[in-house]
């Protein structure tokens, strides 16, 4: 495949204190063909994140390594190299992640499609010369009601994740619609960007070929959320449904979601009241809050019912020779 200049990529990785594990990202970035630029923004790291990016330079002036002096957060990184970066087509890669080969070239052979998205290997250790299996692409599009709804736990099933996955965009896309990360966001920016393409009429095409590996650890930044970051994606998703032009079942579903964000952060307010102020602390707030009571009980039974559980039978790790996949069961 001949990589024309519609098809050049950007991949943009936003990293703090990522020592260990920028050099693979960044190394997996550069061995694409169609990777164009590397923009590195280090989010104001306190380790040698910036060096270790750079001393994974190949030589091809692709990669860019640049330096926050104050933590700004993912967003605003991302953002930042949007507006300096030139490549028509624009990839998100976690700083702690990596490509696997061949990622682009399949991508690139869909056509029609403003976001394109692959699947995604889960792993609790990387291996990126462990291939993940040869899944058939199967493209087809995805729309907003489906992507919402994708993205709501539902009990007794695998949680929603459909936010978790890393599509390619396209500049021209996102430039018509000024659409860009939410700086104020540091959980589901990526879900609330997409729900924001979706509405502006993004084609959203999902393949089932895997060239994404995503490491999971339990201090990733996406597990570490504070209950600021639960009620700032809860006020996102409202000022969404307030702007009054979302189709009539993707409203329902976003609805649904932002009850289950809604939730969610009462309960993390009534555990931070009684961290702080002792469980008196938290009885008054229950108290204050009554419409709150049936997702603090909830939230406190599920919590319990785990911990019980996980006593019984600790978590295993997922051997590397059965990958788990976002869109597809092994």
């Known amino acids: 495949m001949v990589v024309t200049q519609e098809d050049k990529v950007c991949v943009i990785i936003a990293a703090r204190n990522a020592q260990d594990t920028i050099g693979r990202a960044v190394r997996s970035a550069l061995a694409e063909p169609e990777v164009a630029e590397v923009v590195v923004v280090d989010d104001s790291s306190d380790d040698r994140t910036m060096a270790v990016a750079a001393e994974a330079d190949d030589g091809s002036k692709r990669l860019d390594v640049i330096r926050f002096k104050v933590n700004r957060g993912p967003s605003a990184a991302r953002n930042h190299a949007i507006a300096i970066s030139r490549a028509p087509l624009i990839a998100i890669l976690d700083a702690d992640d990596f490509f696997f080969p061949g990622r682009f070239r399949r991508m690139l052979a869909c056509k029609d499609w403003d976001f394109i ?19 058939a692409p199967n493209p087809r599009r995805l729309d907003i009601e489906a992507f919402v709804l994708g993205n709501i736990s539902r009990r007794g099933a695998p949680r929603g994740e459909l936010g978790f996955l890393k599509p390619v965009m396209r500049r ?56 600021k970051d639960l009620e700032t994606l809860f006020e996102a998703e409202r000022t969404i449904l307030s702007a009054g032009n979302v189709p009539p079942q993707a409203a329902e579903a976003l609805r649904r979601h932002c009850r289950q964000i809604g939730r969610r952060h009462a309960l993390r307010h009534f555990l931070d009241r009684k961290r702080k102020g002792g469980a008196s602390a938290a009885l008054a707030y229950a108290l204050e809050n009554p419409a709150n009571l049936p997702a603090i009980t909830g939230g406190i039974f599920r919590d319990k019912l785990e911990a019980a559980h996980r006593r019984v039978r600790p978590r295993q790790p997922v051997p590397q020779a059965r990958l788990r996949y976002l869109l597809t069961t092994d």
């Open 117 to 135: 998205a692959d699947n995604i290997a889960f792993m609790e250790k990387a291996d990126p010369a462990h291939p993940p299996a040869d899944f």
């Open 172 to 227: 021209a896309f996102l430039d018509s619609h000024d659409l860009r990360y939410r700086e104020d966001m540091r959980l589901g920016e990526d879900y609330e960007l997409y729900v924001r393409a979706l509405i502006a009429g993004a084609r959203y095409t999902i393949i089932e070929s895997c060239g994404y590996g995503a490491i999971v650890r339990a201090n990733s930044l996406s597990g570490q959320h504070r209950t």
